[in-house]
């Protein structure tokens, strides 16, 4: 019912930009924000931006901090994540998914949410 689709991820060299996109559809209001993971091989999956679904809120991870921007068109409920100054430490999947918790403190979601298939990112030169 709940259905999330990422796209824009491509190979970028190091210092270059990348939009992300998730679309969403099928949202109601048990859903609070809509979070950006990543997970690269080797490595736990993290939260590394999300945003209430509002658009009053955001949380970046420290490490993209300066870098990343999220943001969400509410007429297309589509979530934006603009990369900037891509680096090749952020080479990864990134996914999309609901969540229903707060962000005050970091960007969470579960095993219960909906989740996108994930658009991979690779950063090379």
């Known amino acids: 019912q709940v259905q999330l689709v990422e796209s824009g991820g491509d190979l970028v060299q190091p210092g270059g930009s990348l939009r992300l996109s998730c679309a969403a559809s099928g949202l109601t209001p048990d859903y609070y924000a809509i979070v950006w993971f990543r997970q690269a091989p080797g490595k736990e999956r993290e939260g590394v931006s999300c945003i209430t679904t509002d658009g009053g809120r955001t949380y970046y991870t420290e490490s993209v901090k300066g870098r990343f921007t999220i943001s969400i068109d509410k007429g297309k409920g589509t979530v934006y994540l603009q990369m900037n100054s891509l680096e090749p430490e952020d080479t990864a999947v990134y996914s999309c998914?609901?969540?229903?918790?707060?962000?005050?403190?970091?960007?969470?979601?579960?095993?219960?949410?909906?989740w996108g298939q994930g658009t991979q990112v690779t950063v090379s030169s």
């Open positions: 998914a609901t969540s229903r918790f707060s962000i005050a403190d970091g960007c969470y979601s579960d095993e219960n949410e909906a």
